[in-house]
């Protein structure tokens, strides 16, 4: 007969001491902490020489311009403060606005005309053909050696008197004996240069072409709209983003022109200051007349200047370029 008595549960027993945790359960706390600082001091040797490059051939020449350019400084002695002295030397240096006119005018001509020519190109090799593969190599190609010194000197060359461009231009009885020598003919010259290395955007559009939706363009023509309705109502506002990005790229690179200015007008800026850029003029500052503090003070205002047209480039996008999801 059996008692109705329970039997308390038995429990394992262990070795382990109060409070202390099985060996193969322990957690290793301070582990993954040092596996992440491992982790970051590996990163940062990997990353030390862009950062070194960064504050040494970046940062600190920028900050020691900034320095400069509050000072009169000839490159010889000491850096004496001069304050706003540079800044409002500029407000009266009549060669000083001459660049600036100048340079506003290759901008703001040059950069349209080379982004239209990138884009008709671009929308010609958008089509599928034996060939293609050559021609968009062929057209990129000025926009790798388009800046070198090499090619502002042929160009100088081809639009010289007697050179192949004044001699054809002679076979219709235009004869203009050379466009290096005729100031009014200076900047047209430069211009065509820029326009020639087209290829950079070129590529760009080539690329947002491939992303517009072949369906858009089916719609339209169901709604009857012909080639140039559709490139007004479907392939602009669906480039808008890369026209956006090729404008501002190639906006920030036009006020830097130098080299081919440089080349082709020997240095001085002639001929009758039609070469004489902005960044022409600043190096003119610096090197030859030695004013090194001057030149700061006008980097650091084409800095501002560039600055302030991507802002305005920035803010007026919002009413004209359209990304995918926009509701407006």
Same mark, same amino acid.
């Given at each position: 007969m ?13 070795n382990?001491?109060?409070g ?7 957690r290793t706390?301070?582990?993954?902490k040092r ?18 490059g960064l ?5 600190g020449p920028?900050?020691?311009?900034l ?7 000839n490159?010889?002695?000491?850096p004496?403060?001069?304050?706003l002295a &540079? *800044?409002?030397?500029?407000? /009266?240096?009549?060669v ?7 340079? #506003? $005018?290759?901008?703001? +001509?040059?950069?349209p005309?080379?982004l ?9 090799? &958008? *089509?599928?053909?034996r060939? /293609? ?10 926009s #790798? $050696?388009?800046?070198? +010194? ?11 008197a007697?050179?192949?461009v ?17 100031p009014?003919?200076i ?7 820029a ?16 992303q517009?939706p ?8 169901v709604?009857?709209a ?5 490139f ?9 983003p890369?026209?956006f ?9 036009a ?5 081919s200015?440089?080349?082709?007008g ?6 009758a ?8 003029y600043?190096y ?24 302030i047209?991507?802002f305005i ?13 926009d509701?407006?």
């Amino acid at each position: 007969m059996t008692t109705g008595s329970a039997h308390a549960p038995t429990k394992t027993r262990t070795n382990a001491e109060p409070g202390t945790r099985p060996a193969g359960n322990r957690r290793t706390v301070g582990q993954p902490k040092r596996k992440r600082n491992r982790d970051n001091l590996a990163g940062y040797v990997f990353l030390s020489p862009w950062l070194l490059g960064l504050f040494a051939l970046t940062l600190g020449p920028m900050l020691f311009s900034l320095y400069l350019a509050f000072t009169d400084y000839n490159l010889f002695t000491a850096p004496e403060w001069s304050g706003l002295a &540079n *800044f409002e030397r500029m407000a /009266t240096d009549d060669v000083f606005w001459g660049s600036v006119q100048i340079t #506003l $005018i290759y901008v703001l +001509v040059g950069t349209p005309i080379k982004l239209a020519a990138a884009l008709g190109v671009a929308m010609l090799l &958008n *089509f599928k053909s034996r060939g /293609t593969g050559f021609f968009r190599s062929a057209f990129y190609a000025p926009s #790798l $050696i388009g800046a070198s +010194v090499s090619i502002a000197i042929v160009w100088r060359a081809m639009f010289s008197a007697d050179g192949p461009v004044d001699s054809g231009l002679s076979l219709f009885g235009i004869n203009l004996g050379g466009w290096v020598g005729v100031p009014a003919l200076i900047m047209p010259m430069m211009i065509l240069l820029a326009v020639w290395q087209f290829g950079a955007p070129m590529v760009i559009f080539l690329a947002g072409l491939k992303q517009v939706p072949t369906e858009l363009y089916e719609a339209a023509s169901v709604d009857g709209a012909k080639a140039w309705r559709k490139f007004i109502s479907v392939t602009l506002p669906m480039l808008s983003p890369v026209i956006f990005f090729n404008l501002l790229l190639e906006m920030i690179g036009a006020f830097q022109i130098f080299a081919s200015a440089y080349i082709i007008g020997s240095g001085t800026g002639g001929p009758a200051g039609a070469t004489n850029f902005y960044t022409v003029y600043l190096y003119t500052r610096a090197f030859t007349n030695n004013q090194m503090g001057y030149a700061s003070a006008m980097a650091w205002v084409l800095l501002i200047a560039v600055g302030i047209l991507a802002f305005i480039l920035f803010r007026t996008s919002k009413s004209w370029v359209h990304y995918g999801g926009d509701t407006k």
